[in-house]
């Protein structure tokens, strides 16, 4: 079976691939019996996956939770997926947490060429200097390091995919010895960058094929950073490309929604890649939230391969109706996408006939 690619079966023993549905989790990773209500309801509503984010602490103080929160997942049917929380500031991550390695070794970190920039935030959080708090993605230390997390993560949860969330240092351009004696004569600053970056995640997404070829590797960017994608498409072990469906916070509606939406699928798919896009269910003011039954709409006509969701996130003035529209949208994405798949699936059975 490929990776990434959960199959509805037809008649006469044939099988069809479908969108991939999955939730990032959000909620208790000490109480089992929470979490397996949890992923039970994510499953009835028609989730395939789970994005748990592992953060450098959990691995050090929570060495039996972790490991019983992945079994969870696993025994209600759902694909699990890491997502690096904040390792060395170098990714994303749900909580506004340092990293511990940053922190412990901050000669590690980057030396940005340009302040101003290092004080930008994300998700409208401009947090003062924190988000350019982060390690070097060509320090050989951190290297080391994250190689060594990555075999931990690996071994001891054998997810079923890695997701690379929004890379932190597409925007920072780093000035530290390693960065400087790295670059290229004929390449920018700016150039060298965004080589570096594709490097790092090169490196991590090799490692996890080579510990087991059907894992799932996926990279997701920010709003700023669709134009990054071409470059990440380079990498070979990669699987899926990431963009988000946010419309509030790059300050559009649905008549953008409704363009771009299948253009930037079809632009990932291009490049050679699976296409996942985000939903936009969260931070959302009562007077956006009704969108949401729009937005489902625009994502299942755009077909992605795979349909990212938060699970009662951050910042709505009503999460109860956030949550309950999201609900209701994934469960009719759900069934057309079942409807499409045996759809295509006769088509091909009356080929086959003649």
Partial sequence: MRPCSPQVELQENATLTIMEIQFLYTETCTNPTRARDVFREMRDIGADSVVICVYEQDLLRWTKDLPRLFDEAAKAGLRRYVSYGRFGGAFSGALMVPSLFTFLRPDTGIVPSDPKKATDGEADVAASEYFHRISCVNHPAFRKYMADQTHEILTTFQPDGLLFDEPKGLRLVCECKHCIAARKKDETPAEANLRFQVEFVRALADQAKAHRDGICTALV??????????????????????????WVNRRKDMRWLRAWCPKEVQRLRSLGKKAQVWAGNYGLARAQQEDLAEMYRIIADAQPDQLANFWWWRGSEDPERVMELTKRGIQEVRSGAIHRAEGRGKTQQRKTAR
Avoid: K, M, P
């Avoid at 709003?223 to 946010?246: P, Q, W």
């Fill in 221 to 246: 960017v920010g709003s700023n950073d669709d134009d990054s994608l071409a470059s990440f498409a380079r990498i070979r072990s990669l699987d899926v490309l990431g963009t988000e469906a946010y």
